[in-house]
């Protein structure tokens, strides 16, 4: 059934149909909209099912209804009951109206709605201004309501580009007493897809512009005034260059699980004592408990840990890959290929890591085409076909020390 059969035959009934939230805001602004949200005015919850008799539940504290991958929620308000993300009463009448559905989302460009017949755009808070002007701004006080707001603000201005205004800034700190109630799921789900953006720094700067960096990402803030070396880090602390080692990953590659690596690769330079500024002797080393629970604490995939171990514990010595010596190049690059992360992997990560603020040979880093090229000649059947031998300490051996040779003889 098309969107205007089912907005012909609510109407009928006595009611409306809009269009709401992100799907009118990415219309306005141009882009290609992927999900279409649906609020209904008007018409009652039974009045609904009598009319989609096939319309699928979805929603268990106010009413939402699936029909053919599209969802529809009848018009509601909430009212806050208690502390956190789920402490809400809510009421769906058909007496509600538009314009109070409207004033119950969180910034004024998600509470533009447009009727799906007549096409008369609704938007009582000036949200089509706000784009225009590139601003994110809470739409009522209502927004300080609940909590997972904050990190939907921060992954929202990392998506857009936009700025978001002092006042929203202010109520985004008023709720960071509220930010331990959320699940480590609902948090994950926003810095996952903030992790997807063009510019992932947008959602850490965002978060640390209202104060509240520190609740879920303390491994993230511990890295500002971490001073490092002026003549190899002129943008500053490990924080600023964290930022930019991230985004320069995500103009990389697509792989979250990377760009999460490219992220915390330094997290061991947040640790480092004062005293010992500008440099962080052994950060390599420490970053890796220190992502193992930054990783598990906010709920991130197994996988992307292990990339993070390893991106914390390699990255230096990748970036130093042409002065190693043959044998130390081939046991980083046997033990790297190992890993999760691999080659390809580490190569992003040092790749961002040395480029994203200064000038640097990419023929001095490139390990990865380096190594696969060892791997794939220097092999097990290499050995077995040149030495005759099967599996073993002594083949292992064997293997390790022809791609020494190999190593020597064309990249010593």
């Known amino acids: 059934m098309d969107i205007n059969s089912i907005a012909e035959r609510i109407h009928k009934a006595g009611g409306k149909l809009y269009l709401v939230?992100?799907?009118i805001r990415d219309e306005i602004m141009g882009k290609e909209?992927?999900?279409?949200?649906?609020?209904?005015?008007?018409i009652e919850k039974e009045q609904f099912k009598t009319l989609f008799q096939d319309a699928i539940p979805r929603g268990k504290s106010f009413e939402v209804f699936d029909i053919e991958g599209a969802e529809f929620a009848l018009a509601r308000i909430d009212r806050k009951t208690g502390v956190g993300h789920k402490e809400f009463e809510t009421k769906t009448s058909k007496e509600i109206t538009i314009e109070e559905d409207l004033a119950r989302r969180d910034i004024t460009i998600n509470a533009i709605a447009k009727e799906v017949l007549t096409g008369k755009i609704i938007d009582p808070f000036n949200g089509i201004k706000d784009i225009k002007n590139k601003t994110i701004r809470a739409t009522t006080k209502a927004f300080s309501e609940d909590p997972l707001r904050v990190y939907r603000v921060a992954r929202i201005a990392a998506?857009?580009?936009?700025?978001v205004e002092k006042r929203t800034l202010e109520l985004m700190e008023l709720l960071k007493q509220e930010l331990n109630t959320l699940s480590k799921e609902r948090v994950f789900n926003e810095f996952e897809k903030a992790l997807e953006t063009d510019k992932p720094s947008i959602f850490f700067n965002v978060l640390r512009d209202a104060n509240v960096l520190d609740e879920h990402?303390?491994?993230?803030?511990?890295?500002?005034?971490?001073?490092?070396?002026v003549e190899y880090h002129p943008e500053g602390d490990s924080y600023?260059?964290?930022m930019l080692v991230v985004?320069?990953?995500a103009s990389l590659t697509k792989d979250t699980g990377i760009?999460?690596?490219?992220?915390?690769?330094?997290l061991g330079k947040g640790v480092t004592p004062k005293s010992m500024y500008p440099h962080h002797y052994g950060h390599d080393e420490k970053g890796v408990e220190i992502v193992q629970k930054f990783g598990q604490r906010i709920g991130t995939p197994n996988k992307w840990i292990s990339y993070g171990k390893v991106s914390a514990k390699e990255h230096m010595k990748g970036g130093i890959f042409y002065k190693m010596t043959p044998p130390k190049k081939v046991s980083f690059i046997e033990r790297v290929a190992k890993s999760k992360l691999g080659l390809y992997g580490l190569q992003i990560v040092v790749i961002a890591d040395k480029c994203s603020t200064r000038n640097t040979n990419l023929?001095?880093?490139?390990?990865?085409?380096?190594?696969?090229?060892?791997?794939s000649k220097i092999n097990g059947k290499y050995i077995k076909e040149k030495y005759g031998i099967e599996e073993g300490i002594k083949f292992k051996d064997k293997l390790h020390e022809e791609r020494i040779n190999w190593m020597k003889q064309r990249y010593s």
């Open 159 to 163: 998506k857009t580009g936009f700025y």
């Open 240 to 242: 600023n260059h964290t």
């Open 259 to 266: 760009r999460f690596a490219a992220l915390v690769h330094d």
């Open 217 to 229: 990402f303390k491994e993230i803030y511990d890295l500002i005034g971490s001073l490092q070396p």
């Open 33 to 42: 909209i992927y999900d279409k949200d649906y609020s209904v005015t008007g």
């Open 247 to 249: 985004d320069k990953a």
């Open 21 to 23: 939230g992100g799907a």
């Open 363 to 375: 023929k001095d880093i490139e390990f990865e085409k380096i190594g696969e090229e060892c791997l």
